[in-house]
């Protein structure tokens, strides 16, 4: 079946734009979640969802940051007023939340890399 | 709080040599760690993870790791390297859990790579 599917795949904007970054979660998957991986560095959380609500966003690292998931689907990573030190690869994740938390794996999809000049 | 610690950012074995990549947590509550691999231009795979049953966890394509409470280690071995095992590695540990709630908290990576 289809996995986690995020567009645009490749993003270059420059500095002070505001970009959009989209994510379809696999069918049926309930929970969401973002992060960001810099250059050289792991995947660091953003925020989760859990249905159409952003239950932990404690990762955002500051208000140009923002997520929606207004049907509990697909999610959308908002960010106003780009800077360099926003250019990462945006990584989202999808689980279901059925049954033992342990059986809940995360998958990921394949990353938007945000380049801001 | 949660954190990890991957000693090596970059690993460089023979085809056929043994794999060791080291993993290091910090948790304040029982863990879940998680091994990952992440090949160019491709999103993360789960190879492994350790969810508090056995303390050896084979994962896929021969990878195992084994959790040491002692040690407070999880480090990632595969007897027999292959050249497509070249990727990036990602330990994680998980962070508080409620529901079904489970933010992952990523080392910095190691870099494997293998040659003929």
């Known amino acids: 079946g289809a996995g986690v599917s995020q567009t645009p795949s490749n993003k270059v904007t420059e500095k002070g734009k505001y970009v959009e970054l989209r994510c379809d979660p696999i069918?049926?998957?309930?929970?969401l979640y973002w992060y960001r991986q810099s250059l050289g560095q792991g995947p660091e959380f953003l925020i989760y969802?859990?249905?159409?609500?952003?239950?932990?966003d404690s990762g955002l690292p500051n208000d140009r940051f923002f997520a929606v998931r207004p049907e509990g689907s697909v999610s959308t990573l908002k960010i106003q007023r780009t800077e360099r030190g926003d250019s990462a690869v945006y990584l989202c994740?999808?689980?279901?939340?059925?049954?033992?938390?342990?059986?809940?794996?995360?998958?990921f999809g394949p990353g938007t890399r945000l380049t801001v000049l | 709080a949660q954190s990890v610690t991957q000693l090596g950012s970059h690993v460089s074995v023979s085809e056929g040599a043994l794999v060791l990549l080291r993993c290091n947590y910090s948790s304040s509550v029982p863990p879940y760690l998680f091994w990952y691999v992440q090949y160019p231009n491709q999103g993360l795979q789960l190879l492994l993870k350790y969810t508090s049953a056995a303390t050896l966890v084979k994962g896929i394509n021969g990878f195992e790791a084994e959790f040491k409470k002692s040690e407070t280690s999880f480090h990632l071995t595969k007897p027999s390297a292959h050249m497509s095992d070249a990727a990036e590695y990602f330990c994680?540990?998980?962070?508080?859990?409620?529901?079904?709630?489970?933010?992952?908290?990523f080392g910095a990576g190691t870099r494997l790579a293998v040659h003929p």
């Open positions: 994740a999808s689980s279901l939340t059925r049954g033992a938390l342990k059986n809940n794996e995360q998958f």
């Open positions: 994680a540990v998980s962070g508080v859990r409620t529901g079904g709630y489970n933010k992952l908290i």
């Open positions: 969802f859990q249905g159409t609500g952003a239950a932990d």
């Open positions: 069918s049926g998957h309930t929970a």
